[in-house]
């Protein structure tokens, strides 16, 4: 075999036409060899000693393979976990660039760095071979006819999030043939694309793609990582999305799901995961990372480095002060951009990437580096702006170009619903984008990501029929999960066929629904809610994946009627500027005729007082949005102006008689929408102002102000 000295860049595994240069960094070894393998179960290994190395890369160019060739690495150095060394030549590690993984974890104690059972743990040294049971890393041709293909650019204002899962949306969907379901393929059938057409979506925000590990702990109870937050590939999607089983296809596959999306104006944005990785605590795994250089990728306890610190709760943290792993996730995500076409990321535990030494930095150096890349800066950056390490909840702080899930939102909204007092006030500030959370900073309203529901939490169906969370399936006796769900069962604790607390559940959703999308801001819809589904009040079904996860499309007539109602509002949002703001409201107008941006009323008609929104016991708010008042421009500098509207939201559990405010030009108040129907539309009704309007208990109602135009003689 010939072997030529390679180049320290691009590191991974390059296909360059002719051959594939190897690059893998290590700061710490004392010695690398790349390892080929056959495609043929039990095949035998070729090992390469890489005598090359340039700025702590180690490389080589090899001018016979080509894709498809498999790989994987055995790297040399001190086994030395209490000074934070834990090479091990016995471990075939995967490389942290491989486009590409073959195979899946085949768990077995050789897969571990330590001898399970020695008396001392991971201080042990392991002897055994682990590639049997390793997956192997897969050299992939990059070529791919994108054509046309562009980023739909979907400005965020205008932008509808649908977060959902690749096999939880198709494995059960009717319309894509059986061969597909679950797979990148199968979110690019005609049926599914239709289907998110119709519903009126904007962007599919994907739970993790990356390559991921399936625990040991889950394996061994007969259950998996369903949700996929626990990352081994930042490069590789997940190839168990593949319709095919050849090492690589998953590459093709995955780009064309997203030109298909593309060619419909829908953008992908991908929930990624660079806070941690699946190698886990000191008692995990040597898959990669960690037999690589454990030093430079993971933070570790300055004073016993043979501990890391945790700031996800999954054992690990990425070390973001080292240069090679910001490099690393700099890489990944240009990759995913430039490569892969997607429009941009929904960071997991985004605080955990903010630390610069223990506390959480907002302007660290990922930050920094993002805003000055000039691809980066131009995609969607959506934040989850907490860890679970001390000051982690970060939500309001993260810079201007972010935005985030505003976890105050779902916690206020779900609040008042419930009828919880005192927050009157707090309802306001998220219908308006949480002006308190993101004004004083300068950034806009599409700052705020609203949502009700995630997957992580109740879904929208459970979230109004369950006090109590139900997750004995995961096999940890109900202890996972949050207990604090703020959700109200209506009365009665999981299924019934009482029909009114039925009715009332129902309607509890299409209020929630309607919050949602009448909202400043940008909202994001969990997949599955707008039809009902049901997790059976299991609020963390990151290991189930089954029935309870997978998205029953077999509708009855409430279903329908509630994705009925979902693609009405939706359309009601798209409709209407006011619904779809780029500035916070200011309260007055700041041109002719002078009409407020919102003016906030009181059921008796009345404008809303210091006293009002201080009052604890207020549950019902009018909000009147100016039509007239919207002192924004379009992308070709006309002025927007739109309908004027008017929400009616009682949260109270009784009827109330609401006087419709006086306008200042003559005309009607039509009803356009009302959560007490099952589709929310409602015959025609046309009101008069300072008429009384009886809005149902717990319910919300949606007006257009219909202006008379002056005769003219």
């Not at 810079?399 to 916690?411: A, C, H, K, V």
């Not at 798209?574 to 041109?591: D, N």
Request: overall charge negative; proline content about 5%.
């Amino acid at each position: 075999m010939k072997l030529w000295p390679g180049q320290p860049y691009p590191l991974g595994a390059t296909w360059d036409g002719s051959g594939v240069n190897f690059a893998l960094f290590s700061e710490n070894a004392t010695g690398v060899e790349l390892c080929l393998f056959e495609k043929v179960e039990g095949g035998p290994e070729i090992r390469i000693p890489l005598t090359q190395q340039t700025d702590q890369v180690w490389h080589i160019y090899l001018p016979e393979a080509r894709p498809g060739q498999m790989y994987g690495y055995r790297v040399h150095g001190p086994y030395a976990p209490e000074e934070g060394h834990r090479f091990n030549p016995a471990k075939l590690l995967r490389d942290p660039y491989a486009k590409a993984i073959y195979g899946v974890h085949k768990w077995d104690d050789a897969l571990f760095g330590y001898t399970i059972g020695h008396p001392d743990e991971d201080l042990s040294k392991d002897e055994r071979d682990s590639a049997p049971y390793a997956p192997k890393s897969v050299v992939i041709d990059p070529a791919f006819s994108w054509g046309d293909d562009s980023h739909p650019n979907i400005p965020w204002h205008k932008t509808i999030i649908y977060e959902t899962h690749v096999k939880g949306f198709t494995k059960l969907h009717p319309g894509v043939p059986e061969e597909l379901r679950g797979t990148y393929a199968g979110m690019a059938c005609p049926a599914v694309i239709e289907y998110l057409l119709s519903l009126g979506i904007t962007a599919v925000e994907l739970m993790p793609v990356h390559q991921f590990l399936h625990d040991r702990r889950l394996f061994e109870r007969g259950l998996s990582n369903f949700w996929g937050y626990n990352t081994v590939g930042f490069f590789a999607p997940h190839a168990q999305y593949c319709s095919s089983s050849k090492g690589g296809d998953e590459v093709q596959e995955f780009k064309i799901m997203v030109k298909t999306l593309h060619r419909e104006g829908i953008e992908v944005i991908l929930d990624v995961v660079y806070n941690h990785t699946g190698e886990g605590n000191h008692l995990g795994p040597t898959l990669g990372f960690r037999g690589i250089d454990n030093a430079a990728y993971y933070r570790l306890v300055p004073d016993n480095r043979r501990y890391y610190f945790d700031y996800t709760g999954t054992g690990n943290s990425l070390n973001m002060t080292h240069p090679r792993t910001l490099q690393l996730i700099m890489d990944s995500l240009r990759y995913w951009v430039l490569e892969m076409h997607v429009d941009g990321f929904r960071f997991d535990l985004a605080a955990t990437l903010a630390r610069e030494l223990h506390e959480v930095d907002k302007l660290g150096a990922f930050f920094d580096i993002i805003h000055q890349d000039p691809v980066l800066s131009q995609v969607k950056l959506i934040a989850e702006p907490w860890d679970l390490g001390e000051g982690g909840y970060q939500v309001g702080n993260f810079p201007i170009l972010w935005t985030e899930w505003n976890g105050q939102y779902r916690d206020d909204i779900r609040r008042f619903w419930r009828g919880d007092e005192g927050l009157i006030g707090s309802a306001a500030y998220r219908l308006t984008a949480s002006s308190d959370l993101y004004e004083s900073t300068g950034r806009r309203p599409y700052a705020s990501i609203n949502f009700v529901t995630a997957h992580d939490g109740f879904c929208l169906a459970d979230l109004v029929s369950y006090n109590e969370k139900h997750n004995e399936a995961n096999g940890e006796e109900n202890r996972d999960g949050t207990d604090n769900n703020l959700s109200w069962n209506c009365g009665v604790e999981g299924p019934t066929e009482d029909p009114a607390i039925v009715a009332l559940r129902a309607r509890q959703q299409r209020n929630f629904l309607a919050t949602l999308l009448f909202s400043q801001g940008v909202p994001m819809l969990h997949a599955g809610d707008e039809v009902a589904h049901s997790k059976l009040g299991n609020n963390n079904t990151y290991c189930q994946d089954n029935d309870i996860s997978w998205i029953n499309w077999e509708l009855d007539r409430s279903r329908q009627k509630l994705l009925e109602f979902t693609r009405f509002l939706i359309q009601l949002r798209r409709q209407h500027p006011v619904l779809m703001r780029r500035t916070f409201y200011r309260g007055r107008a700041m041109r002719e005729p002078k009409i407020r941006d919102v003016r906030w009323f009181r059921p008796d008609g009345r404008d809303m007082k210091e006293k009002d929104w201080n009052n604890p016991h207020a549950r019902c708010l009018g909000m009147l949005l100016g039509g007239d008042a919207i002192d924004e421009v379009d992308e070709r500098g006309n002025h927007i102006e739109g309908d004027t509207l008017l929400i009616l939201i009682n949260a109270h559990y009784e009827v109330l008689s609401f006087t419709m405010p006086i306008f200042r030009f003559e005309g009607e108040w039509e009803l356009v929408m009302d959560t007490r129907s099952a589709t929310g539309k409602r015959r025609r009704i046309r009101i008069s102002p300072s008429v009384t309007f009886d809005i149902e208990a717990r319910s919300m109602a949606l007006f257009r102000f219909d202006r008379f135009e002056p005769e003219v003689d």
